[in-house]
T-cell receptor
Framework: GDSVTQMEGPVTLSEEAFLTINCTYTATGYPSLFWYVQYPGEGLQLLLKATKADDKGSNKGFEATYRKETTSFHLEKGSVQVSDSAVYFCALSDPGYIPTFGRGTSLIVHP | GAGVSQSPSNKVTEKGKDVELRCDPISGHTALYWYRQSLGQGLEFLIYFQGNSAPDKSGLPSDRFSAERTGGSVSTLTIQRTQQEDSAVYLC????????????FGQGTRLTVV
């Protein structure tokens, strides 16, 4: 079955540091790929998505590129802020199928 | 509604009691999912409803858990004879419209069994 593997956290960074959170996937079809973010005490909200190979999703300074050859969708941001502290989930989804989520990576950004 | 709505936002219950958690999906969304998030853990799939099809119950952890979806809209997750290990955040999501792959989440219900 489909699966998503993302790096273990927590990831602790200083403000303005560069962020990478690795995500790899296994899928039988051609799923869409997502990054969701969960702020403390809230539900998950979509951060960005990509629907086909080589697509780049971007939002709020975050980027991720759908790499079919390496089955990866790594999340990056050039300069993190304290307000980016949250849990980040990588996910994949095919129409009509149950979305599959990674275990989540906690990001802590210090001033 | 504008988004997925869950109620209650918090629920404290005594061990052995039954609880009902409610999810009101985005209007027109045909797919509805329930997930459980335990402290420090990822998302555990529980159950999936798609239109009028029979639900996929493969993620329900025991027969104490059940869910229904009335009229293709509101869903209720019921946990009977609650146990302390049921304490978690229960998240509901829906999808549909032009992009069936994007899931929209509610704020979750934090369940504490004491």
């Amino acid at each position: 079955g489909d699966s998503v593997t993302q790096m273990e956290g927590p990831v602790t960074l200083s403000e303005e540091a560069f962020l990478t959170i690795n995500c790899t996937y296994t899928a039988t079809g051609y799923p869409s790929l997502f990054w969701y973010v969960q702020y403390p005490g809230e539900g998950l909200q979509l951060l960005l998505k990509a629907t086909k190979a080589d697509d780049k999703g971007s939002n709020k300074g975050f980027e991720a590129t759908y790499r079919k050859e390496t089955t990866s969708f790594h999340l990056e941001k050039g300069s993190v802020q304290v307000s980016d502290s949250a849990v980040y989930f990588c996910a994949l989804s095919d129409p009509g199928y149950i979305p599959t989520f990674g275990r989540g990576t906690s990001l802590i950004v210090h001033p | 509604g504008a988004g997925v709505s869950q109620s209650p936002s918090n629920k404290v219950t005594e061990k052995g009691k039954d609880v009902e958690l409610r999810c009101d999906p985005i209007s027109g969304h045909t797919a509805l999912y329930w997930y459980r998030q335990s402290l420090g853990q990822g998302l555990e799939f529980l159950i999936y409803f798609q239109g009028n099809s029979a639900p996929d119950k493969s993620g329900l952890p025991s027969d104490r858990f059940s869910a229904e979806r009335t009229g293709g809209s509101v869903s209720t997750l019921t946990i009977q004879r609650t146990q302390q290990e049921d304490s978690a955040v229960y998240l509901c999501a829906s999808s549909g419209g032009q992009d069936y792959t994007e899931a929209f989440f509610g704020q979750g219900t934090r369940l504490t069994v004491v």
